[in-house]
């Protein structure tokens, strides 16, 4: 055997089987080692296992309940809530944002990088934008944002939410304020209701898809949520539309900066219609601040004359009888070296009446009245109505005002409050003060809402008044307003045919803010006032800010309140009760038609000839009838007090049809109230068609057909 001859022979491949084996094995082991461990978490519990696998599949969704409808006093919508979606995603599911980023711009108008950061957090769920509109989504599909079977492109998906819409748009804005995103109040009864309207928010268990969305949710949990309640207001819809309307219509031509109306229940407190201008849409979420302040209860103001009505009750508490008398100075009248005038120049008063002191406006005789009367006595009866104080209207900014404190009533001081000035009030105080005039003396609270939570009408009507003088005086203060309306008074332009009106002008000097000096080219124009011995008692405040040209209230804010008492008096009915000769009511009719651009018709229809002699309006009790286009329509009927009257306070049968061709309905009802004839109208406007024709004679209980269409 040789030498280099091995005695066995070895297999070249024996090393490399063998590592292969070992390597096998080890990787079976491995394998079993995740089996067994797969095993143990799918069998056994682990605590911590649980709760990772629960953040990744399991979560919390919050769910808000429907939002509380708001109604009108009739039922009438003014807030709702409706089903509406939004964009939202999933950043780490979207595939090129970029281009994504750029296309979504287009279509739903946010900033292209503002989109692309929210794309590119490190976040599961991104809003991208709230509440869709139709037009966008139809946009989507446009560009395959969304597919043939509606679902959306990877990364993105829509959220059911519901969104606040104000069916009238600006229709009692300052009322109804506004809400944020999330259908939470940020602004006037939606703020101030908040609680009620919103109902019980809560977060239910929920499991998440891949992409993050909530799909199974616990519904037993999710019945626990309770929609929010309605609310109802006070407030008339229609009624609001035509104050709105009308105080456009005064800012417009007079140029005014700002005005406010408030028309307001004096027996119960309940506002009918409260409207500022500017205004804004809370559809559109836009609108300056300025616009969206509530001047009714935000806003102070020095009421200039409109307050002499308030020194005139403190004098007639203190003993003071109408026609006690007062030197005017003629004219001109000094207090601590500070020269105090009348309004005009012209005006040069010797002893004048207390009565006439409110007629006429005299400020040097409400000036030394309330120097008479003291700081202690005059400041008492301020108090008394509530000046200083908020109203007990808790709307959202409502303030205080600012009342001088015993100190500061120097004798210079007492007699520019005693006109008015150097006192900071707010539009509802001061109506609100008239309120307690008209209704005998009672301070009420204002309200907003149908107080459907107390008992009954009385109970909720001692809770919200307080007796601050006594019934007499509310007299003597009525037939000093009176006057106000009448021959020589200074708010005739306020007076409205078939009423007695009795009110207060004023045209208060505001305060530069520059100079801070009263300005001479700055006023406030308000006028207050109501409609005397009709029942309901409505109180009407109007304020116009900075008229250019004639700025006088006299000129600005009595017709203004004309305008507003002649809706009032449409939508509650308000009975006319004077005798009023019937030329003086024709052309006082055919000028205030002329002014609304309708005079022909007026003329046309009725004239002078159509006329009695004299016209008696009695009180008459009114009904609503619903006719065949659905609206309602007053329809008079006799009331109590006709059946007592005696037959010479009623018109004989057999009365002959004038023509009313024309006329509006409340002319109509001014001109037929006494008879005891049903009207029922049809259509809106004046008076284009009557049935009986003119000369037919009518008999009581007929029935008087009218159409009604726009001049």
């Known amino acids: 055997m040789a030498a280099d001859t091995l005695p066995f022979e070895i297999n070249p491949d024996y090393g490399t089987k063998a590592r292969l084996t070992a390597l096998m094995l080890f990787c079976i082991s491995v394998a079993g080692l995740i089996i067994c461990r797969a095993a143990y978490v799918q069998i056994f519990s682990n605590p911590k296992l649980e709760k990772l696998a629960q953040r990744q599949y399991h979560t919390q969704t919050l769910i808000r309940p429907r939002r509380g409808t708001i109604f009108d006093r009739n039922g009438e919508t003014l807030a709702v809530s409706i089903e509406t979606k939004s964009l939202a995603a999933n950043p780490g599911k979207v595939q090129n944002k970029f281009l994504l980023a750029k296309t979504l711009s287009k279509i739903i108008g946010l900033p292209q990088k503002k989109i692309l950061l929210k794309l590119n957090e490190e976040r599961e769920f991104v809003w991208i934008k709230r509440h869709i509109t139709d037009q966008e989504m139809a946009k989507f599909k446009k560009h395959h944002i969304i597919d043939g079977l509606g679902d959306l492109i990877s990364g993105l998906w829509l959220v059911n939410e519901s969104d606040r819409v104000y069916p009238h748009h600006q229709l009692a804005s300052h009322l109804l304020g506004d809400v944020n995103v999330d259908s939470e109040g940020i602004e006037g009864i939606e703020l101030w209701m908040n609680e009620k309207l919103r109902g019980q928010i809560g977060a239910v268990a929920a499991i998440k898809d891949a992409l993050g969305r909530p799909t199974f949710i616990d519904t037993a949990a999710a019945k626990n949520i309770r929609d929010g309640e309605p609310v109802h207001l006070t407030i008339d819809a229609s009624l609001q539309f035509e104050v709105e309307q009308h105080l456009r219509s005064a800012m417009k031509s007079t140029s005014s900066k700002s005005g406010t109306v408030i028309v307001m229940n004096a027996d119960t407190g309940e506002i009918l219609a409260l409207t500022n201008q500017p205004t804004f849409n809370a559809n ?3 609108g300056q601040p300025d616009a969206r302040r509530n001047r009714a209860v935000t806003d102070g103001y020095e009421p200039g004359s409109t307050f002499k009505a308030i020194l005139a009750a403190s004098a007639f508490l203190n003993g003071w009888k109408s026609n006690d008398q007062i030197y005017g100075e003629l004219g001109s009248f000094s207090v601590q070296g500070h020269k105090i005038s009348e309004a005009e120049a012209r005006e040069k008063f010797g002893w004048i009446s207390l009565k006439k002191m409110i007629k006429y406006s005299s400020n040097i005789a409400a000036a030394k009245l309330a120097m008479k009367l003291g700081p202690d006595k005059f400041l008492s009866t301020i108090r ?17 005002g600012r009342v001088p404190t015993r100190k500061q009533l120097t004798p210079l001081t007492l007699a520019n409050v005693g006109f008015g000035q150097g006192i900071l009030v707010t539009p509802l105080q001061m109506t609100r003060a008239y309120a307690a005039i008209v209704n005998g003396g009672w301070l009420v609270s204002p309200t907003l809402f149908k107080n459907a939570d107390l008992k009954n009408s009385k109970e909720r009507e001692i809770q919200a008044s307080t007796r601050i003088f006594p019934h007499y005086i509310s007299r003597h203060l009525i037939d000093a307003l009176e006057e106000v309306t009448k021959e020589g008074g200074t708010g005739i ?15 208060a000097q505001m305060v530069d803010k520059r100079t801070r000096r009263y300005s001479r080219e700055k006023y406030i124009a308000s006028f207050i006032g109501f409609a005397v011995g009709v029942e309901p008692k409505i109180v009407i405040y109007v304020s116009l800010t900075e008229p250019k040209g004639k700025y006088y209230a006299t000129q600005t804010a009595a017709p203004l309140f004309r305008e507003v008492l002649a809706s009032v008096s449409n939508y509650c009915s308000l009975p006319a009760h004077d005798i009023v000769p019937s030329k003086l009511l024709a052309h006082q009719l055919l000028a205030q038609q002329q002014e609304q651009g309708v005079g022909q018709g007026l003329g046309q229809g009725v ?50 049809m004038p023509s009313l061709a024309g006329l509006s309905p409340r002319e109509v009802f001014q001109i037929l109230q006494g008879h005891h004839f049903k009207v029922e109208i049809h259509g809106t406007g004046v008076v284009a068609g009557q049935i009986p024709i003119v000369g037919n004679t009518l008999a009581d209980g007929d029935v008087i057909r009218l159409k009604l269409q726009d001049p």
């Open 284 to 286: 559109t979420k836009r």
């Open 384 to 400: 008394l109505f509530g000046f200083g104080t908020k109203t007990g209207i808790p709307f959202p900014g409502e303030i205080s």
């Open 493 to 507: 332009p306020a007076a409205l045919p078939g009423f007695r009106i009795a009110g207060k002008t004023g045209t």
């Open 607 to 656: 004239g002078l000839s159509g006329l009695k002699d004299e016209v008696r309006i009695s009180q008459s009790a009114v009904s609503l009838t619903l006719t065949s286009d659905n609206k309602l329509l007053p329809q008079y009927q006799p009331s109590a007090a006709d059946d007592k009257a005696g037959a010479g306070d009623r018109k004989p049968s057999g009365w002959v």
